[in-house]
């Protein structure tokens, strides 16, 4: 029994190729679906895992500049006259869009609980724009693996059908379809991994820049 069990074995590893290219190529429509849907969140989850990283690392750094010619200028208007037409830093547009209504303001009676209202919800406008993509990355991390598991149920589903149809229980016809159900798991779990720490990763990160702007708020609002 072992013996036959042996021979079956190498017969198979003589005449099917268990690549990953011959996987897919093996698959049917529904298992290359899933695999194919699968690389192309993993790819995007990667582009949007890198441009993350530049994103933080920019704004870390414009920001802190940012922050040091704040407040060694000589007032908070004059500072707002010297800035640039065209930000690409979330605390200069957070400051810049506050002192329009300011300097429009004509009534100065609540104004400290308008500038309020008028910093949280620039904040919140920028935390959005730097938020964006994040949920895809969340989304990804939680369905990736029920794809891949829907890959996997539906190659197995093949393998069986395999064996009533020929009525062998042989290695040679089990096997392939459970190779091409595994590898679909695989992908899942792929694919979800990096998505999960990423975000996760970047979700952290948010969370203190945005406390890092509602601080410069307060600051700013304690000096107008």
Do not use: C, H
């Amino acid at each position: 029994m072992e013996a036959d069990i042996t021979s079956q074995a190498a017969g198979l590893a003589g005449a099917t190729d268990f690549s990953i290219l011959s996987l897919f190529l093996r698959a049917d429509i529904i298992v290359k679906s899933v695999i194919i849907i699968l690389i192309a969140a993993s790819i995007y989850s990667w582009a949007i895992i890198f441009e993350k990283i530049k994103l933080f690392k920019k704004i870390n750094l414009t920001s802190e500049e940012f922050e040091s010619k704040f407040w060694k200028s000589k007032s908070a208007e004059t500072f707002y006259n010297s800035l640039p037409a065209n930000l690409d830093d979330p605390m200069a547009n957070l400051f810049k869009d506050t002192m329009q209504v300011v300097i429009k303001s004509r009534s100065r009676s609540n104004l400290s609980e308008r500038l309020n209202n008028i910093l949280e919800v620039n904040i919140e406008k920028q935390m959005n724009i730097i938020d964006k993509s994040n949920t895809f990355l969340a989304t990804v991390g939680s369905t990736a693996p029920f794809i891949g598991l829907f890959g996997t149920v539906w190659g197995i589903m093949n393998s069986f059908q395999s064996i009533a149809i020929s009525r062998n229980t042989s290695l040679a016809i089990v096997a392939p379809g459970i190779a091409e159900a595994l590898f679909a798991t695989a992908l899942g779990l792929l694919a979800a991994i990096p998505a999960v720490v990423a975000y996760n990763k970047f979700n952290s990160d948010s969370k203190k820049y945005s406390q890092r702007l509602e601080s410069f708020s307060k600051k700013f609002l304690s000096i107008i």
